[in-house]
């Protein structure tokens, strides 16, 4: 694995694990995919009134290859699914998913054709932030879960999620 | 009708290099590249693939049906009322038009006239909307050219109004405030008070807005003489609304065909000259200069009409008074027949239209005498000016792109529906 | 004189019927002679405008099943029309793409929902649902939650 392997469990590791887990969470970089009307909430939450960068998430990054927070916020339709996989797959360990709004919580009020259930068909979701739109303060409070999520782990973790247990939907998107 | 499109330099256009600087020619391949559908200058889900000859753009195929949503098929699953909140998510930004729009659409098929103060009201709120999502367009737009100011400016602005609506009908973004035959609830006390307070600050911060990109260099640049589109093109294309009147066309339904006493308003319709980026971007601000002289209209038509009732007197439309069905068994089956049945609109099929921040906004239903529509398709005025892009990308440079279809305004919600 | 006496005088042979709905003139038109008749339009009666292209799914209730509906406004006269179109499964429809340009994506639309092939239409297409999807979306008969994923984004190319 790494440095991980070598270290014996005790107080040392606890320690680190503190630290870095102290770092992980005070300085989430965001990757915002905003599909419909909860993106407009999330500029509103990223705006100056209610300020996302008060908890650190202030570094809006659009590439994956820089961003460990993949914050989906509206809709994702059977057309978008292959996308969202494959910015998921390009993001680099530790990441963590905020699924944001209904729509992406569980496909919200749309039950067609065209509306993805829920996000967790397609990438493993942390935490689930429900509202139509959430208000910014809803999406905060997930922001506040998430890094008390991310107090709990521990270096020694295996950090790669189990993407085949997925739902079956989800195997039939072709990963580059 | 007002123009006050100034600064407009008359340089010509950047001109692709195929040779160096010794004359000789440049051997140069064309890059096929992909843009989107997530990135941060699509606004929602727009996705590009171009060819590209250096940083001119050959041409460009533009892809939608990201946010496809089906809120067509849903809506004949649901009853007439319940596809009120469908369409708060068409145009998110100005969630208020929508809903006016469809249930101006179901009262004129079931033949009903809604209260004097219930017209006042919903104009009010429609043009509110207006200025709110014409500060979104603003500020997103001008953040893609790199001035973040703007953004926090208009976003603060934006909370304001949110407040006001969120006083009034219980939501920020997705309101689902109107009804068939009236409005959910009546406006609250203080809500003038709060209202005129809003608009003078959108008034004051609205010239800081402008004096930040009005008279600067790089701004002026980067939209003016940007992927024009001539007044005989954009009605071949379909266009309505602020892109219309950008290009010269004065067509606004507010004066062409007026609905909800807008006749008796005094407003202008700003038009533009060149239909480039600067022109759609700038009547923007006029749009919402008159806007602002409505709202104040309407405040005073209200206060002048004094309090009345805000719903159709209708037992088959509107929801009895909650102490009628706790207290009454008369009131009880009215409000559960029409919670369960909801109204049945006679059969036939009916188009109409209301003047959006983006343009026409139409709602044609077909109607079988049911619970359900049997038909709802809406008009999206986005979906026909963005299908121009084509055209009005090639030959520009791919950073002008990012400038053309924020200032198109392309809200995937209402595009892809 | 209004458009309607225009097409009863001028293009007689063409139009099925018409009425008036809510304050808007409908005529119903020969599907096989429509194009020279949408030029006229265009041109002559100055319907410069072309609002809206949609369809309704008559399955069950009529024969054909579909009817195409356009609804034309024009500016300088302030006049509105609609026009209907009955046609069905397996008939193409001549594409008004060259009339009126935004017609180019509204057909593809109507073709990716009701499956209406349009003649000599530029790039006849899916728009709104994904290449991979079997079936159309907003036809009667297709159930509204049956949804089919979509393995990768489709491959764009240049036809020129």
């Known amino acids: 694995m790494g440095i991980e392997a070598l270290l014996p469990q005790g107080f040392a590791t606890t320690l680190l694990d503190r630290l870095v887990n102290w770092g992980r969470k005070n300085s989430l970089w965001p990757l915002p995919f905003p599909t419909a009307c909860c993106g407009i909430e999330f500029m509103s939450t990223v705006s100056s009134h209610f300020d996302l960068s008060r908890f650190g998430a202030e570094v809006l990054r659009f590439s994956p290859r820089q961003s460990d927070l993949l914050l989906v916020m509206g809709t994702i339709s059977y057309k978008m699914a292959p996308v969202l996989r494959r910015v998921y797959e390009q993001m680099p360990e530790p990441k963590w998913v905020i699924a944001m709004g209904v729509c992406a919580s569980s496909g919200g009020f749309y039950r067609n054709y065209a509306t993805v259930q829920g996000i967790d068909q397609i990438v493993p979701v942390d935490v689930y932030v429900p509202g139509c739109p959430p208000r910014p303060e809803t999406l905060m409070q997930g922001l506040m879960m998430l890094q008390r999520k991310i107090d709990g782990e521990s270096i020694h973790d295996k950090r790669e999620r189990d993407v085949e247990k997925m739902k079956e939907g989800s195997r039939r998107l072709r990963i580059v | ?417 | 004189m209004s458009s309607i006496d225009f097409l009863q005088q001028h293009h007689a042979d063409v139009v099925i019927s018409q009425h008036v709905e809510f304050d808007r003139n409908i005529v119903q038109i020969d599907r096989t002679r429509m194009l020279p008749v949408m030029k006229a339009l265009q041109a002559e009666r100055r319907f410069n405008l072309l609002i809206d292209l949609t369809c309704v799914d008559y399955l069950g209730q009529q024969k054909p099943r579909f009817t195409l509906i356009y609804e034309l406004y024009s500016l300088p006269t302030k006049e509105r029309l609609r026009i209907h179109l009955k046609t069905d499964d397996d008939v193409e429809i001549d594409t008004v793409s060259g009339i009126w340009r935004n017609a180019n994506w509204l057909e593809r639309e109507l073709f990716d929902m009701f499956g209406i092939r349009f003649r000599n239409h530029p790039d006849l297409r899916r728009i709104l649902c994904h290449h991979e999807f079997k079936g159309h979306a907003l036809r009667k008969d297709y159930p509204v939650d049956k949804g089919q994923w979509c393995s990768d984004l489709e491959e764009l190319t240049f036809t020129s």
């Open chain 2, 1 to 417: 009708m007002v123009a006050t499109m100034t600064n407009r330099s008359s340089d010509d256009r950047r001109v692709p290099h195929q040779h160096d600087d010794t004359g000789r020619p440049l051997a140069t391949r064309e890059l096929l590249i992909n843009i989107g559908p997530h990135h941060p200058a699509m606004h929602g889900t727009l996705r590009w693939f171009m060819k590209l000859d250096g940083e001119t753009i050959v041409e460009g195929i533009p892809e939608i049906g990201f946010l496809h949503r089906a809120f067509e098929k849903e809506s004949e699953g649901c009853k007439y009322n319940q596809v009120i909140v469908y369409t708060d998510r068409l145009n998110y930004l100005s969630a208020m038009c929508n809903n006016v729009g469809y249930c101006k659409t179901i009262e004129k098929l079931m033949g009903l006239t809604i209260t004097p103060r219930c017209t006042l009201i919903r104009v009010l709120l429609c043009e509110l909307s207006r200025i709110i999502e014409h500060l979104v367009t603003i500020g997103t737009n001008v953040l893609d050219l790199g001035g973040m100011t703007n953004f926090w400016w208009t976003y603060n602005l934006r909370e304001e109004v949110y407040k006001i609506f969120e006083k009034l009908s219980g939501a920020r973004l997705t309101y689902a405030y109107t009804r068939i035959g009236g409005l959910a609830y009546d406006l609250y006390d203080g809500f003038e008070g709060e209202v005129k307070a809003v608009l003078r600050r959108v008034y004051e911060e609205l010239k800081d807005v402008k004096g930040l990109i009005g008279k600067n260099r790089i701004f002026l640049e980067r939209t003016q003489g940007v992927t024009p589109i001539s007044a005989e093109d954009a009605l071949s294309y379909g266009f309505t609304g602020p892109c219309l009147r950008a290009s010269g066309v004065d067509h606004d339904l507010r004066k062409a065909a007026p609905y909800y006493g807008y006749d008796e308003f005094d407003f202008d319709i700003p038009v533009g000259e060149v239909g480039d980026t600067y022109d759609r971007i700038m009547i923007r601000f006029e749009e919402i200069d008159q806007s602002m002289r409505i709202v104040h209209q309407a405040l005073l038509k209200l206060k002048q009409l004094g309090p009345g009732p805000v719903n159709v007197d209708d037992r088959g439309v509107t929801l009895p008074k909650k102490n009628q069905v706790y207290g009454s068994i008369e009131g009880l089956m009215n409000h559960f027949m029409l919670i369960i049945n909801d109204m049945k609109p006679p059969a036939g099929e009916i188009y109409d239209a209301t003047e959006s921040p983006n343009g026409e906004l139409g709602f044609f239903i077909v109607s079988d005498g049911g619970i359900s529509p049997y038909r709802v398709r809406c008009r999206a005025p986005c979906f026909h000016i963005y299908s121009a892009a084509p055209q009005m990308v090639r030959g520009a440079m791919l950073a002008d792109v990012v400038a053309t279809i924020g200032s198109l305004n392309v809200i995937a919600g209402e595009l892809d529906r």
